[in-house]
């Protein structure tokens, strides 16, 4: 199979999202009786809802964006639940919210997570741990079932998945971007981890921690209406960003030699 067949492969899953809207999926993190991370009164499942509906409403006000939320309200949705409907949905791009924690209070930051290819460090196997940790799989068919896929199929496969990590990490890109200027030199950190929502579903996605609620400094400023809006603008600002992006794939997408 020659680079020309695989190059038009790639575009072909790549399309143009110019040429339509672009669906945006954002997913409040936790909910229900999994609260998440918490700080004294505030509560990571309250804080990512309420960052999504700012997000969702900004979204909503540009034309050629759609957007859907996994959940509107505190209620419980299973990591298998958010994947099924990202795919059901056939959304183009999955942003998961969260807010993070760890024993050091002095740990800070916004923090983003794309699909894992490599081995992870250390601290992104912890996060992965305690984000995946109420999902427990039974995989048993997947050997089989990998072992009957005929070889272009498996060729259009493994593309498919390079295409959703170059994308998933150039939206990364972008959104460590919207915070460089405004807030540090260097920008968010961007990693790779097994997270399930970010693992599972079919098109580029990307789990961003707004901060830690276990830092004082951090957690007073993710209790303000006026950051939580702050935070959906720059959200907000990165996704339109990779929209324009994407809106030429033959100009944007390198493919490697």
């Known amino acids: 199979m020659n680079r020309i067949f695989l190059l038009s492969l790639l575009l072909s899953l790549a399309g143009t999202p110019s040429a339509w809207a672009l669906h945006i999926l954002i997913d409040p993190g936790h909910g229900g009786i999994d609260q998440g991370a918490v700080h004294s009164r505030l509560k990571e499942a309250e ?152 693992s599972r579903t079919n098109m580029p996605s990307v789990l961003v921690e707004l901060g830690f609620l276990t830092n004082p400094t951090e957690a007073r400023r993710l209790a303000l209406p006026s950051y939580r809006q702050e935070l959906a603008e720059r959200l907000r600002d990165a996704i339109l960003a990779y929209r324009i992006k994407m809106g030429n794939p033959i100009q944007n997408e390198t493919i490697s030699k």
Do not use: C
Not at 66 to 74: A, E, F, G, I, L
């Open 47 to 198: 804080v990512v809802l309420d960052v999504s509906k700012r997000l969702q409403n900004l979204l909503s006000a540009e034309s050629g964006v759609r957007v859907s939320m996994t959940r509107t309200q505190d209620k419980a949705l299973s990591l298998p639940q958010r994947t099924k409907m990202a795919d059901q949905l056939r959304a183009d791009l999955m942003v998961s919210l969260h807010a993070n924690a760890a024993p050091d209070p002095r740990a800070q930051g916004v923090e983003l997570f794309f699909q894992n290819s490599l081995p992870p460090d250390e601290d992104a196997l912890y996060l992965a741990n305690l984000e995946n940790q109420e999902f427990e799989e039974d995989s048993a068919h997947v050997g089989a079932d990998s072992s009957r896929r005929g070889d272009v199929n498996a060729i259009v496969s493994d593309l498919h998945r390079q295409h959703r990590l170059r994308s998933s990490l150039r939206l990364s890109e972008l959104m460590s971007k919207s915070w460089k200027d405004r807030e540090s030199r260097k920008g968010p950190s961007i990693k790779q981890a097994p997270l399930y929502v970010v």
